[in-house]
């Protein structure tokens, strides 16, 4: 038996007295597509954040190919392979769509403590982030500062960071919402080409998108999960529908 | 010991006086201030030159120094903070410092550079000699401001509907808008207050830690701890700040003359490394 | 990894980054200037050295605020640490100037990285509050410390040998001017090598969006550290030439106003181009040099006039009509962006 790309283990975290992430054990397996899904404050956001370090549970623990993460910060995270995209774009507004890439790139294989060598002087930086670029749509707008880049670039740009940080486990937060559909196709695209040695948590509220990526589906309902199952499972879990249907009714 | 704890606490609370405005202005509706020193050292110099030159009893002096700094407070508030409240701290950093630097050299030029002081009505001086500590009475007046300008604020704030309007402008000014609440308005009375309170402050402090043009940016680091130590989120973490930085200063500069004035620095970092969002702060 | 990504590499745009930290013709034009200043300007080299020393002055607050996005009013701490360290290794190790500012580097650099801790967790108010307390706090320390420092009096005494066993500084202040001009030059080398290496990719990155840093495995605190100990470094060096060139320190290098003019200079010069401090300096002088002449006490008020009026006006604009008056490029110039670390108010 191999060990699970990613797992929580009764994770907890407290507001003050709201419980926002109640007892959570997630597991994702190697390789695999896994949607996260709930109706709007059920805590996935929270849930990301523990899982990236942004947050730290009240208690329960967080393990990345068995190993025991919680104690690192985000960027240790990062280090080892736990790549978040962001469901608001969170770009560096005044640097290029190169220097971006470039920089994720070369703060993956440990040159960003190097003050002395010029960013662009090495080879493979370079080369990666225009490959990145390319496979991204981003090469007409590779000098181009991100502030300035339409708002499908924008999210293009953000998901394509992500890749440049060379994935074990990917975590999309809504990669596609509100994304033109041109765009929306090529994102889709890439997500679908992704290799299997990366395993993917997606958190998203297209039911189309969650349903044609997802093997599996998590659902999470006020801070704690509902079931979890394959996509058929989940599609047709009556307890699923009502949170649907309910939370249809409210909007 | 009991009356050098007092004493601190006269100046915490004469420190409070001064900053409270500065808690609100800066603290709840986020521009960040320097100049705030400015506006004591007006209203001190308004209650010299009202004591010396006019001979207005004291106590009809205060309110008058505080109306003045009000009325100029909101007046530079209506001219030139409020194009601010939407730029970035640089810019409201360089504008106030600007206007300390303007008034520093003009209080320089028009007054001199030398101490200002005068003379407190017979009742204020002297002190009351209790079993256990003899108690100044004019720093027993300051206490006693400083309790009661914490309370009316505190009431203010929390309990008239022009302090739950100024909330709700500070938490979101778009909605506040939205709910037909004029927040211009509102942050012009608010910044008028917090500049008179200062101008209070300042007439109150010529007695004790004196007065002359480089007020602004001898108390600038006092400020500013008192509100970054207090925290952001209301009055009551500024009152203790003050209290405990009143407290700390005082007991310091008595108990080791040497080293003590480098005791509100110590406290400044202690808590800073213990509590970086300030004393009450919640846990994240 | 991802054949999907690699397979498509083209690399025709590669070269931006390396064009980015070549030498602009406006860059040769500046050293020029400065240097033709050294035989066009013969009285005028005690007032040169003064404007290359808080050049360099200001390119350390440039460092932290233009590149990292820290906001400081105590710069001046580090500038006072140089100039007391440059001083005592005078007076009591040796006169040569060259240790003495390694040694003044070293201690300046020593109580940046101390400090620096102090401004890795919160806002630009926390931020000012600290940079404003440290320098009051060393202020104090050398004020008390009269034994050491000479306290109010000032340290006296100074007495520094020949510049590399060979030039002597004279009273005219020619070789103060090539001394400092020499060490601003290759403060700003040095400079420019580390804002444009992956280091200072990485610290625009964490000015422009902390979070998104640390989720592209930036270890911010680390590199502010290292970015706040390097600023203080220059600022040391800095203070240290001024104690040299002057023979004399005494309190006021701890001054707010020390960190305050800096941060204004910076600003008239404009952030995150490394030159800004040069610009900033010359026309501070410029301004001080006019009004001063005017009303020596008093001029701190035109000062203030002057940021006030800065400020109200909108400095984007102002200082970029006076760069684009100048011919410098707007893409060089825009304080705008690059405060982008500067939250907004809500």
Not at chain 1, 63 to 69: F, M, Q, T, V
Not at chain 3, 39 to 68: C, K, N, T, W
């Amino acid at each position: 038996m191999s060990t699970n790309a990613l797992e929580t283990r009764q994770l907890v975290k407290r507001f003050g007295g709201i419980t926002a992430t109640d007892n959570v054990s997630f597991t994702l397996e190697q390789g695999s597509r896994h949607a996260l899904i709930g109706p709007n404050g059920a805590g996935k956001t929270t849930f990301i954040n523990l899982l990236t370090g942004v947050l730290n549970p009240t208690s329960g623990c967080v393990l990345l190919n068995g190993e025991d993460i919680s104690g690192l910060g985000i960027h240790g995270r990062v280090r080892r392979g736990l790549v978040r995209t962001f469901q608001i774009n969170q770009l560096f507004p005044t640097l290029t769509v190169l220097e971006t890439l470039a920089l994720a790139v070369s703060e993956r294989d440990g040159f960003g403590r190097n003050p002395w060598r010029p960013a662009g002087s090495r080879h493979g930086i370079m080369k990666q982030a225009s490959a990145l670029a390319d496979t991204f749509l981003l090469t007409d707008v590779l000098r181009n500062i991100a502030s300035s880049l339409s708002y499908g670039q924008q999210r293009l740009l953000e998901i394509a960071v992500a890749f440049a940080s060379r994935p074990k486990v990917l975590l999309l937060d809504e990669p596609a919402a509100g994304v033109p559909e041109h765009d929306r196709a090529t994102i889709l695209d890439v997500l679908a080409s992704l290799p299997r040695d990366v395993s993917v948590v997606l958190i998203e509220h297209d039911m189309d998108l969650v349903f044609s990526f997802a093997d599996m589906i998590t659902v999470l309902v006020s801070g704690s999960v509902l079931t979890r199952g394959s996509a058929d499972q989940v599609s047709s879990d009556p307890r699923v529908k009502a949170v649907y249907l309910g939370e249809a009714e409210h909007e | 010991m009991l009356t050098i704890l007092f004493d601190g606490v006269a100046y915490g609370m004469l420190l409070f006086v001064l900053a409270c405005g500065l808690a609100v202005t800066l603290g709840l509706m986020n521009f960040v201030n320097l100049a705030h020193g400015a506006f004591a050292m007006t209203g001190g110099y308004v209650t010299t030159v009202l004591l010396n030159d006019w001979h207005v009893p004291f106590l009809m002096a205060l309110p008058i120094a505080f109306l003045a700094t009000a009325m100029l407070g909101l007046l530079l508030e209506r001219t030139l903070y409020v194009r601010l409240y939407t730029c970035g701290h640089l810019d409201q950093v360089l504008f106030s410092i600007g206007i300390v630097f303007m008034s520093v050299a003009a209080v320089t030029y028009f007054m001199g550079s030398q101490q200002q002081s005068f003379q407190l009505p017979a009742f204020l001086q002297g002190r009351f000699e209790l079993e256990l500590l003899s108690v100044g009475r004019y720093r027993a007046l300051v206490v006693a401001m400083g309790v009661a300008i914490l309370i009316i604020l505190q009431v203010i704030l929390m309990k008239t509907s022009f302090g739950s309007r100024l909330r709700a402008a500070v938490d979101d000014r778009r909605v506040a808008r939205g709910l037909g609440i004029s927040v211009g308005p509102i942050f012009s009375l608010t910044f008028a207050i917090g500049s008179g309170l200062a101008g209070l402050g300042g007439a109150l402090g010529v007695e004790i830690v004196g007065l002359d043009p480089n007020f602004p940016l001898k108390f600038m680091i006092y400020f500013l701890i008192v509100v970054t130590v207090g925290g952001t989120s209301g009055l009551i973490g500024p009152f203790l700040a003050s209290l405990l930085l009143g407290i700390a200063d005082v007991a310091g500069k008595y108990y080791l003359p040497d080293t003590g004035s480098f005791a509100i620095y110590t406290l400044m970092i202690v808590v800073l490394l213990m509590r970086p969002q300030g004393l009450l702060s919640k846990a994240q | 990894m991802h054949p999907a990504i690699q397979m498509t590499g083209r690399s025709r745009n590669t070269s931006f980054l390396v064009e980015q930290s070549r030498s602009g013709l406006a860059e040769l034009a500046v050293w020029t200037i400065l240097l033709l200043a050294m035989f066009l300007a013969p009285g005028r080299h005690q007032l040169l050295s003064e404007i290359a020393i808080v050049a360099l002055f200001v390119l350390s607050l440039d460092l932290i605020m233009g590149y990292a996005g820290i906001v400081s009013l105590g710069q001046a701490a580090f500038f006072g640490v140089g100039a007391y360290s440059a001083g005592l290794v005078a007076i009591y190790v040796t006169s040569d100037p060259v240790i003495g500012l390694l040694v003044s580097a070293a201690a300046a650099g020593l109580v940046g990285f101390a400090t620096s801790f102090l401004v890795l967790r919160g806002s630009d108010l926390t931020r000012l509050m600290v940079t404003i307390g440290v320098t009051s706090l060393l202020g104090e320390i050398a004020n008390k410390a009269t034994g050491i420092t000479g306290g109010a009096d000032g340290l006296q005494g100074i007495s520094i040998g020949p510049l590399l066993g060979l030039i002597p500084f004279d009273l005219y202040g020619t070789t103060a001017y090539g001394y400092s001009l020499a060490i601003l030059f290759l403060g700003i080398v040095l400079a420019r090598r580390i804002v444009g290496s992956s280091f200072g990719l990485s610290l625009r990155a964490i000015r422009d969006n902390q979070l998104r840093a640390s989720a592209v495995g930036i270890p911010v605190n680390a590199r502010l550290v290292a970015i706040y100990t390097i600023s203080s470094v220059y600022a040391g060096v800095a203070g240290a030439l001024m104690a040299q060139t002057t023979q004399f320190v005494s309190l006021d290098v701890f001054d707010f106003h020390r960190s305050a003019d800096a941060l204004l200079m910076l600003v008239i010069g404009g952030t995150g181009y490394l030159y800004g401090g040069i610009i900033g300096a010359g026309v501070f002088k410029l301004i001080q040099s006019v009004l001063s002449d005017a009303t020596p006490q008093y001029w701190h008020f035109w000062l203030g006039l002057l940021l006030v009026v800065l400020v109200q006006v909108g400095r984007t604009r102002v200082i970029r009509s006076i760069a684009n008056l100048l011919g410098l490029g707007p893409r060089q110039i825009s304080p705008q962006a690059n405060d982008a670390k500067m939250s907004q108010p809500r």
